[in-house]
Nanobody, 121 residues
Framework: QVQLVESGGGLVHPGGSLRLSCVLSGSFYSINSMGWYRQAPGKQRELVIIVTNGGTTKYADSVKGRFTISRDNAQNTVYLQMNSLKPEDTAVYYC???????????????WGQGTQVTVSS
């Protein structure tokens, strides 16, 4: 069974930094992409940043230049480094992986349980 476990959320002042981690465990055939989404109160879940197996990175314009993603393929772990945080970055951050669980199955989304990030003075 595929599982994603996030860690690293918390409270930070504006301008501060946080690093989120997400560990993927379980049995699967391949990983198409891993990354992060977020959902603020009263808003829809939105893409933050993802990286594909081919190394392509997609990210929201609002985090460009402030957030970076890195991936440790050997550990099936993805990290989100968030710098210059703003109050509008406050949200629950969800780890996402698009995984093909067996050779004959279509890839599908898997989600972590979410971790709260609060940016406030």
């Amino acid at each position: 069974q595929v599982q994603l476990v996030e860690s690293g959320g918390g409270l930070v002042h504006p301008g501060g930094s946080l690093r989120l981690s997400c560990v993927l465990s379980g049995s699967f055939y391949s990983i198409n992409s891993m990354g992060w989404y977020r959902q603020a109160p009263g808003k829809q879940r939105e893409l933050v940043i993802i990286v594909t197996n081919g190394g392509t990175t997609k990210y929201a314009d609002s985090v460009k230049g402030r957030f970076t993603i890195s991936r440790d393929n050997a550990q099936n772990t993805v990290y989100l480094q968030m710098n210059s945080l703003k109050p509008e970055d406050t949200a629950v951050y969800y780890c996402n992986a698009v995984i093909q669980q067996t050779r004959t199955m279509f890839p599908r989304d898997y989600w972590g349980q979410g971790t709260q990030v609060t940016v406030s003075s």
